[in-house]
């Protein structure tokens, strides 16, 4: 059974970085076949849809955030992480990672979310 | 506003039916069949319901079936129970960017 267990600090400041990571069990990342995600979903709001990454280190990344973020892939740590710069009150949401398969475009499995809250 | 629309609530007492909808465009729920339902319980991890339209993963019961009708899906419950009660959120693939779009989720309340 593929669990996906976010982590990462609960509180960061205005303007410094939000940094995630999502550790993988039950799978490995590096045997392929696999779009590694990140999702968030503000208070109260929908799901936006981040990014993602393959192990080969390919990444895609909505318009709206692409001048702000990176995800990178740790194959021998079997995680991958979300970089979110400059954040603002608005980056206020519970950030979640997931996984979709490739040719099927659905996210089968997701980490249960973890609350970053943005304040001073 | 999200993407894709969905009513902000849908209750029904156990054993009824109900149905949620998610109103796309043409770019993405219309072009696509990659059309997926989650469940979220808070604290838990999201759960897949539906994937390509009406496919159901294991151990989802056959009582949780998905359609689409030209821009418009639906996920309908059938003999209601009170674990159903949960937000439902439908998401497509489309061919422009974002990737996946997400509807603004459904709380569905079992009366």
């Known amino acids: 059974q593929v669990q996906l267990q976010e982590s990462g600090p609960g509180l960061v400041k205005p303007s410094q970085t939000l940094s995630l990571t999502c550790t993988v069990s039950?799978?490995?990342?590096?045997?392929?076949?696999?779009?590694w995600n990140w999702i968030r979903q503000h208070p109260g709001k929908g799901l936006e849809w981040i990014g993602f990454?393959?192990?080969?280190?390919?990444?895609y990344y909505t318009p709206s955030l692409k001048s702000r973020v990176t995800i990178s892939v740790d194959t021998s740590k079997n995680q991958f992480s979300l970089k979110l710069s400059s954040v603002t009150a608005a980056d206020t949401a519970v950030y979640y990672c997931?996984?979709?398969?490739?040719?099927?475009?659905?996210?089968?499995?997701w980490g249960q979310g973890t609350l970053v809250t943005v304040s001073s | 506003q999200s993407a894709l629309t969905q009513p902000a609530s849908v209750s029904g007492s156990p054993g009824q039916s109900i149905t949620v909808s998610c109103t796309g465009i043409s770019s993405d729920v219309g072009d696509y069949n990659y059309i997926s339902w989650y469940q979220l319980h808070p604290g838990k991890a999201p759960k897949l319901m539906i994937y390509e339209v009406s496919n159901r993963p294991s151990g989802v019961p056959d009582r949780i079936s998905g359609s689409k009708s030209g821009n418009t899906a639906s996920l309908t419950i059938s003999g209601l129970q009170a674990e159903d009660e949960a937000d439902y959120y439908c998401s497509s693939y489309t061919s422009s960017s974002p990737r996946w779009v997400f509807g603004g989720g459904t709380k569905v309340t079992v009366l």
């Open positions: 997931a996984r979709v398969p490739n040719g099927v475009w659905d996210f089968d499995y």
């Open positions: 990454i393959y192990y080969s280190g390919t990444t």
């Open positions: 039950g799978g490995s990342i590096s045997s392929g076949g696999y779009y």
